[in-house]
């Protein structure tokens, strides 16, 4: 009697096969009766998957049919999940390549008024927001990171599980989580506005609104990676008679500082693209504003929004602009996360290389 485990096997790739006389099946007969994408695709996946447990189960047996069916559900959720990702970033980078040039991110954009010739020249640049956003950003982060590394070891180090602080801080970190980002925005001019007085625009107001935003994030992510440190490491640093101060600075965070610089990247991806609190607490600006504390600034995903939102007199040059901002801030996004990956490769333990 043959082994239930053992029986048949289907040719390697037999659910790309499968895959594909689907595709031109359903195709055939979508012509016929009037093709449409989304249903394409839609017949399509539904005939490859009857098909494929047929004959996996016809060849195989009834479990590799099952796990087949499962896997290829997997797949198809996980391009599902992508694709919005891929079609945003062949977008951007389509209608944003042609205006992302040397000129554009070195010199400030804006009208230009020529009194010998009575012309307005837009001159396109996106300067004042690359300034803008890594000033912006970078304060925030100077805020948000120490508070919410500082908070995830007392949760994790010092605090008691039962302990009223620690439920406290916990509550309301879930809280600041669900925040709405223009609330931050709202909070922090508020804020100033009480402080400083009416139309207190300034970017060290949109720093207090992203911290807002990035100290939950950072929390949660390094109270994570500070729990996956093994507690014998510990043991074993307290059994040689080391305090709980050197215990966390030589041995807990260097084991988890990975994750820690991941949790902070994630931080400040979440916050670098934010539009709405930046929009309220600092406004925005076609003039080169470098300090932080006084007047307006600018941000690149704030001037892709103004671009489409308030276009000047070349709405085509407006539109390119905000295209161009777009793509400039994923690929600062990307400079940023390659960054974090070399620095905690160099900072990582010798043992986890």
Same mark, same amino acid.
Do not use: H, P
């Given at each position: 009697m043959a082994n239930s485990l053992t029986t048949g096997q289907l040719p390697r790739f037999v659910e790309f096969y499968v895959l594909a006389g689907a595709l031109v099946v359903t195709g055939g007969a979508m012509m016929l009766m009037g093709f449409n994408w989304g249903g394409w695709i839609f017949l399509s996946l539904v005939v490859y998957l009857i098909v494929l447990a047929a004959l996996?189960?016809?060849?195989e047996n009834r479990r590799?049919?099952?796990d087949r069916i499962v896997r290829s559900l997997v797949s198809i959720a996980f391009l599902l999940a992508i694709a919005p990702l891929i079609s945003t970033l062949v977008t951007i980078t389509m209608k944003g390549i042609g205006e992302l040039n040397w000129g554009f991110i070195t010199q400030t954009g804006g009208a230009v008024f020529d009194p010998t010739t009575l012309k307005v020249t837009i001159t396109a640049g996106a300067l004042q927001a690359i300034v803008g956003t890594l000033e912006i950003t970078g304060i925030a982060a100077l805020m948000s990171i120490p508070i919410g590394i500082l908070t995830s070891i007392y949760l994790v180090e010092y605090a008691r599980p039962n302990q009223w602080m620690a439920k406290v801080v916990t /509550? *309301?970190?879930d809280v600041m989580t669900g925040i709405p980002s223009i609330i931050a $925005? *709202?909070?922090a001019f508020s804020l100033f506005t009480l402080l400083v007085g009416p139309k207190a625009f300034s970017g060290f107001s949109a720093s207090v609104a992203l911290s807002v935003l990035m100290i939950p994030i950072v929390v949660r992510s390094c109270e994570e990676m500070l729990r996956l440190v093994p507690h014998d490491l510990?043991?074993?640093? /307290?059994? *040689? $008679?080391?305090s709980r101060y050197s215990t966390i600075t030589k041995i807990v965070l260097p084991t988890a500082i990975a994750g820690i610089i991941t949790g902070v990247m994630l931080a400040i991806a979440r916050v670098i693209g934010e539009t709405a609190p930046i929009f309220i607490a600092a406004s925005f600006t076609d003039n080169f504003n470098s300090n932080p504390f006084s007047g307006p600034?600018?941000?690149l995903p704030v001037l892709a929004y103004t671009g489409y939102k308030f276009p000047g007199q070349d709405i085509a040059a407006s539109n390119a602009s905000a295209w161009g901002a777009a793509l400039l801030l994923v690929l600062i996004v990307v400079i940023l996360n390659l960054i974090a990956r070399i620095v905690a490769r160099a900072f990582a333990p010798k043992g986890a290389r």
């Open positions: 996996s189960t016809i060849a590799k049919a099952v /509550f *309301l970190v $925005g *709202l909070f510990r043991e074993a640093s /307290f059994a *040689l $008679g080391v600034m600018q941000t």
